[in-house]
């Protein structure tokens, strides 16, 4: 176990509807990044945040925004959901200034209908 | 552009033998490279790393080893279990740009028969 905790774990939603899932870091990282993994892929980055600022940004539109908090947990929301949105959302937490590796959380198992 | 992928999307051995599993990349100015292993229902879980400078790095029964000059890197899983059976994945980091960006390959599933 990483430490990096998801919620929830799965979640439906339909077309053109708002999500947010959240992501708790593990103890004594400072840093959050937001990965997004199709079925059958390798996870794609999506965004990066350090001292509750975006700090990198994927390929990703937009619509796909997130946020930290002081307590260094973040957020990812999606907005006007699409069917092209189902995946599995991933969430890593890592130290800037210290080793920096990544540990990734389970994820939050999205479905667009 | 940038990027990660493997030669094989599967790979089936048998329980005790050596594993190897093969990934190319193509930014000549990746700096750092990292091994994940994802096991069904759960995230990438770290099994090595190496930077630019290594050609070779082993860990607990795995190496991973570094060619440069043909841009290729590979995994080496000694005396594989059933346990290892999972989706391997290597990365690419480049310090030159977005930390905590890794570039994924699309993995290769390996499978252990007992």
């Known amino acids: 176990e990483t430490g990096v905790t998801q919620s929830p774990t799965h979640l439906i939603k339909t077309r053109g509807q708002q999500v947010t899932l959240r992501c708790s870091s593990q103890?004594?990282?400072?840093?959050v990044s937001w990965y997004q993994q199709a079925l059958g892929q390798g996870p794609q980055f999506i965004f990066q945040?350090?001292?509750?600022?975006?700090?990198g940004r994927g390929n990703f539109p937009p619509r796909f925004s997130g946020l930290q908090f002081p307590n260094y947990s973040s957020e990812l929301n999606v907005n006007a959901l699409e069917l092209d949105d189902s995946a599995l959302y991933l969430c890593?937490?890592?130290?800037?200034?210290?080793?920096?590796?990544?540990?990734f959380g389970s994820g939050t198992q999205l479905s667009v209908l | 552009g940038e990027s990660v992928g493997l030669h094989l999307p599967t790979l089936s051995v048998q329980e005790g033998d050596n594993s190897i599993i093969n990934c190319a990349y193509s930014?000549?100015?990746?700096?750092?490279f990292i091994w994940y292993k994802q096991e069904s229902g759960k995230g990438p879980q770290f099994i090595i790393d190496i930077r630019s400078n290594m050609d070779k790095r082993q860990g607990q029964r795995v190496t991973v080893l570094l060619n440069k000059t043909v841009k290729h890197l590979s995994l080496q899983i000694a005396a594989t279990q059933p346990g290892d059976s999972a989706v391997y994945f290597c990365?690419?980091?480049?310090?030159?740009?977005?930390?905590?960006?890794?570039?994924f390959g699309k993995g290769t599933k390996l499978s252990v028969k007992p």
């Open positions: 103890s004594g990282h400072n840093t």
């Open positions: 930014n000549s100015a990746s700096d750092y």
């Open positions: 945040y350090y001292r509750e600022e975006e700090n």
């Open positions: 990365a690419d980091q480049n310090y030159g740009g977005s930390q905590g960006n890794l570039i």
């Open positions: 890593a937490s890592s130290l800037r200034g210290g080793d920096e590796k990544l540990f």
